[in-house]
């Protein structure tokens, strides 16, 4: 089946400007991540979403970074008034399962992912 | 808060070595860990996870170990292949919560 889908996978915004990266989990998947992964560094915990319910945001590094996910399936990450530092890939991943999951709901599906470039 | 390393940070091998990748994590309370492989310009394609109950899973050529107690995992690749290129990631997921905390990663070349 189609695993997680995002675009664009590349995106190249002046600072200043507001981007929107959108991610499709897979079919039916109930647990939704955002990662942002700089150069050479593992990926860093952005938010997380239940259904259509945000559970944590505690990742999002600034109040210009907003996140939604309105009817439980495709979410959409917003940047405002990019900056230089913004500059990564943001990931996207899907989970079948809840928190506390077990086994193969547990694992997190990821997708191509999103590389943004501000200027 | 969980930190987790992961050493070394590069590592070039010659075809047929075996590979043994390292992760350490500081909070020894974990749910599960899982690894990663992370080809250049492409997203993370699970390659093991280990419940926190589990000492050890396999797959093929990749044996990953967990010794929760002193905070490591082991990711062993037999017979390593030029194919086998490319950075490896561990994550760890915190028993109460489901976001991944990831070490920097192992990035690998296996030469032909």
């Known amino acids: 089946g189609a695993g997680v889908s995002q675009s664009p996978r590349y995106k190249v915004a002046k600072r200043g400007q507001d981007v929107a990266l959108r991610c499709d989990p897979i079919?039916?998947?109930?647990?939704l991540f955002w990662y942002q992964q700089a150069l050479g560094q593992g990926p860093e915990f952005l938010t997380y979403f239940q259904n259509e319910a945000q559970l944590d945001k505690s990742g999002l590094p600034s109040d210009r970074f907003f996140a939604e996910r309105p009817e439980g399936s495709v979410s959409t990450l917003k940047i405002q008034r990019t900056q230089q530092e913004d500059s990564a890939v943001y990931l996207c991943?899907?989970?079948?399962?809840?928190?506390?999951?077990?086994?193969?709901?547990?694992?997190?599906?990821f997708g191509p992912g999103t590389r943004l470039t501000v200027l | 808060k969980q930190e987790v390393t992961q050493i070394p940070a590069a590592l070039s091998v010659p075809e047929g070595e075996n590979l043994v990748l390292n992760c350490s994590f500081t909070?020894?309370?974990?749910?599960?860990l899982q690894w990663f492989r992370q080809d250049p310009g492409k997203g993370l394609t699970s390659l093991l996870l280990?419940?926190?109950?589990?000492r050890e899973q396999t797959s093929g050529r990749l044996n990953a170990s967990l010794d929760k107690s002193s905070g490591r995992s082991t990711l062993y690749i037999a017979a390593s292949q030029p194919g086998d290129s490319a950075t490896y990631l561990c994550?760890?997921?915190?028993?109460?919560?489901?976001?991944?905390?990831f070490g920097g990663g192992t990035r690998v070349l296996v030469k032909p």
């Open positions: 909070d020894s309370a974990i749910y599960n």
């Open positions: 079919s039916g998947h109930v647990s």
């Open positions: 994550a760890v997921k915190k028993a109460a919560g489901n976001k991944l905390t």
């Open positions: 280990i419940q926190s109950s589990q």
């Open positions: 991943a899907s989970s079948p399962g809840t928190s506390g999951g077990v086994g193969r709901t547990d694992t997190q599906y």
